[in-house]
């Protein structure tokens, strides 16, 4: 793995997963299976999702925390610019880096449902995602301003190193274009924005066909956008689900998918068109030349291993002679 990204495994693409805090002790105890599974699969990291308001903090901890201690994946922890002044944000920071965390995903958070359009009031003194970004970096650079080196020959001297361990912070990208921006070329300059704060990764928001990912690419490349591009991947498996994912992330219905959920009567059969419309997305994009898959697992292991697996990210088990 590199310090900013992501790579491949013996030509096998590289993948990650997001999960979300759970919301009772019972549920608590699923998602450690889960996760023990999904760590099991060898992603380059699993991030947690933070909840509106700070709600989830502990518990977001608890389960970055286990993914640490517990399994070998780079545990990635969701921060959100709601609700806190600077110093809070600071004291919030500084307790994930205490905690061990080096992966974050800086992202602004929504306004509280009802709230008016325009109304930043639920932000605190953070008002974007780049903020947020530069506000890790300072935490991380004033709690670890030097490294000590020991000096060959002299085992009793100690040298002093200015280069920082570094922590990996990724941000949103969406590549239908953020709900509240006015043009794709906002989209694309908030994400210049956040590459100048000093973010080296971003993943996107769900999206269901590959040119709305890879035309996004383009575009951000062309305008200077360097850093990695995870494509989010959510395989939708019920009509439901999907009525849901569209209201929360505001994109267009995908007809195909849509109606292909809506006539399949049985439960098995809907998720089976889900994981297969997933895997087609993930060929697509990966041979469009994504440098990985983000999966949004839902904190369940089973349908986002299978796409990973139809995908061909997953190793060949070994057969019997
Ligand atoms: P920003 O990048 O700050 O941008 C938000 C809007 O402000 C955009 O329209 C942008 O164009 C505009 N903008 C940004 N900077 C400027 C500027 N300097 N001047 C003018 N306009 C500007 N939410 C949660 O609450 N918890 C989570 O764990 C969570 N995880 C997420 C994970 C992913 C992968 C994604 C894609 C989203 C996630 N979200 C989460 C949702 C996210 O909080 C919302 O989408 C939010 O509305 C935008 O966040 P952002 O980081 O993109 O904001």
Redesign the pocket.
């Known amino acids: 793995m590199t310090a900013t990204g992501i790579s491949a495994c013996n030509d096998r693409p590289a993948f990650s997963f ?1 999960v979300y805090p759970p919301k009772s002790v019972a549920a608590a105890s699923a998602l450690t299976r889960t996760i023990d599974h999904l760590a099991a699969a060898g992603p380059e990291f699993i991030s947690v ?4 308001n700070g709600s989830s903090r502990t518990s977001s901890l608890d389960v970055l925390r286990y993914i640490k201690d517990h399994t070998t994946a780079d545990a990635m922890a ?1 921060l ?1 610019c ?1 609700g806190s002044s600077h110093a809070e944000a600071s004291r919030l920071i500084r307790e994930f880096l205490d905690a061990g965390i080096r992966s974050f ?6 306004a509280p449902q009802g709230a008016a359009e325009g109304d930043t009031t639920f932000l605190g003194d953070l008002h ?3 903020e947020l970004v530069q506000l890790i970096h300072r935490v991380q650079a004033e709690r670890v301003p030097y490294i000590e080196t020991v000096i060959p020959g002299l085992p009793a001297a100690r040298g002093l190193k200015t280069e920082r361990s570094r922590v990996r912070i990724g ?4 590549p239908n274009g ?1 709900p ?2 006015r043009s794709v070329a ?2 694309i300059d ?1 994400l210049l ?2 590459q100048a704060a000093g973010a080296n990764l971003a ?3 769900l999206f269901f066909h590959a040119d709305d990912y890879l035309s996004f690419i383009q575009k951000a490349r062309s305008a200077g956008v360097l850093f990695p591009i995870l494509p ?1 991947i959510m395989p939708v498996t019920s009509p439901n689900r999907l009525r849901r994912i569209l209201q929360l992330s505001g994109e267009k219905l995908p007809a195909a998918l849509s109606i292909a959920l809506e006539v399949e009567p049985t439960e098995e059969g809907q998720r089976q068109i889900g994981i297969d419309y997933a895997v087609r997305l993930g060929q697509d994009v990966l041979a469009g030349g994504a440098p990985g898959l983000h999966l949004y697992a839902f904190n369940q292991h089973e349908t986002v291993l299978s796409v990973l697996e139809g995908c061909g990210a997953l190793p060949v088990p070994a057969t019997m002679p």
């Open positions: 997001e999702t933070y909840g509106a969701h959100t709601v995903l800086a992202i602004r958070g929504d974007s995602a780049g941000v949103a990208a969406f953020h509240n921006s906002q989209d908030t924005a956040k993943i996107t928001q989010g």
